[in-house]
């Protein structure tokens, strides 16, 4: 039956946010092209997975188990996705918007002969047509674009952290359907080498309530040093602007922006960055965003709720002393 399709990811035994918030995505899909939901999880051993997926709003789980599935490979990954699809003849599929997304989404929609759609944020009905539409960021943040698929079929990721993950619902069940993929070895141009698990210092990024961040104007990883003891005392993660990881300063990994992460935490402290699109593309899910800037004429200031014009050392340290004041208090 055509409905939408997720593909489900885990980590550590348990469901990816990603997952859940392309749940979320679905089930309010369903609300308005009244078609179920399904997932699909790939593996080896995935079968605990299933339960979880129709807890948080699948009404059927593809599940395909095989050698070559153990990890993500592209390759295989688009091989078995395009089987379970021919199988689900889903309307819609939707992917995560990190990288496995961007390399499964538009070799499986040229598979499909469907729509691709690259990281939307939003989606509706056409009034006019009925038919689905998607909105997602253009110019670095500066416009949105309206998308509408002229085919029936989409494949589409969606800009990740803009959606609500989807909450379990106890006892809810659905359909398992196991699909025995034909994969073979010789089919995958590429192998992984290795895996290099980056270390995990502190709060992840990704759902820190409060997020510390630091741009050029902190002239030098020693800047940073102090911002990480600030992130400390908040008990909140570490970011910084593509200038800051470019230069060197601090891994890539910290990066927030259009080409970084995403961020949507309570509040966001950005000291030392100037504000450019690609970096507020990154944030504009932030609640509240405190900037610190010497430039008055800052960008960074237009989308913050609070500024304030100076330096940013002087703020930061007499925020932390402030802060362990409070603390001990
Ligand atoms: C395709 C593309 C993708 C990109 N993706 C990203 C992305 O994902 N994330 C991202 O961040 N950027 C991204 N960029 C880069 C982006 O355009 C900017 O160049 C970058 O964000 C600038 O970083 P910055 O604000 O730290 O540096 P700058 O723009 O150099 O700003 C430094 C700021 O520090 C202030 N300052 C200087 N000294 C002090 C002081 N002592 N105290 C307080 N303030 C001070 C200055 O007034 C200035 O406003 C991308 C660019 C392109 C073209």
Redesign the pocket.
């Known amino acids: 039956m055509p409905g939408t399709l997720v593909l489900a990811t885990t980590k550590n035994g348990r469901l990816t946010r990603n997952t859940l918030e392309l749940l979320a995505g679905a089930r309010r899909l369903k609300e308005k092209l009244a078609e179920p939901v399904a997932a699909a999880i790939l593996g080896t051993e995935v079968g605990a997975y299933v339960p979880l997926l129709f807890a948080h709003g699948a009404d059927q789980v593809y599940r395909a188990e095989h050698p070559l599935l153990e990890g993500y490979q592209g390759d295989a990954y688009t091989l078995a996705l395009h089987q379970i699809c021919e199988r689900a003849q889903p309307t819609v599929v939707l992917l995560p918007g990190d990288v496995m997304g961007r390399e499964l989404g538009p070799r499986l929609a040229y598979r499909l002969q469907a729509t691709f759609v690259a990281e939307f944020i939003d989606f509706d009905l056409d009034q006019a047509s009925g038919r689905l539409q998607f909105t997602r960021q253009t110019y ?1 943040g500066k416009a949105m674009a309206v998308v509408r698929p002229r085919v029936n079929s989409v494949v589409a990721t969606a800009k990740l952290r803009t959606l609500e993950p989807a909450t379990q619902e106890e006892g809810r069940t659905g359909e398992e359907i196991r699909v025995d993929v034909a994969l073979e070895a010789s089919q995958l141009t590429t192998r992984l080498i290795e895996k290099v698990q980056e270390e995990a210092t502190g709060i992840n990024l990704g759902d820190a309530k409060i997020v510390v961040s ?6 030098g990883p020693e800047g940073f040093r102090v911002l990480e003891e600030l992130a400390q005392v908040l008990r909140g993660a570490i970011g ?7 230069a060197g300063w601090v891994p890539p990994s910290w ?6 992460r995403n961020v949507s935490p309570e509040l966001y402290l950005a ?9 507020v ?2 944030i504009s899910g932030s609640k509240h965003i405190v900037a ?4 008055p004429e ?3 200031f237009k989308v913050a709720q609070f500024g304030i014009v ?4 002087a ?1 930061a340290t007499t925020l932390i002393e402030r802060c362990r004041e409070l603390t001990k208090s």
Do not use: L
């Not at 910084?240 to 470019?246: K, Q």
């Not at 990066?255 to 970084?260: K, N, P, V």
């Not at 000291?271 to 970096?279: P, R, Y």
């Not at 100076?310 to 050392?313: A, I, M, N, V």
């Open positions: 670095g630091g741009g050029r104007g902190v002239h910084a602007s593509r200038a800051a990881t470019d990066q927030i922006g259009q080409t970084g000291f030392g960055i100037s504000g450019a699109t690609q970096h593309a990154g610190v800037n010497t430039d800052a960008p960074i100076g330096d940013w050392k703020v």
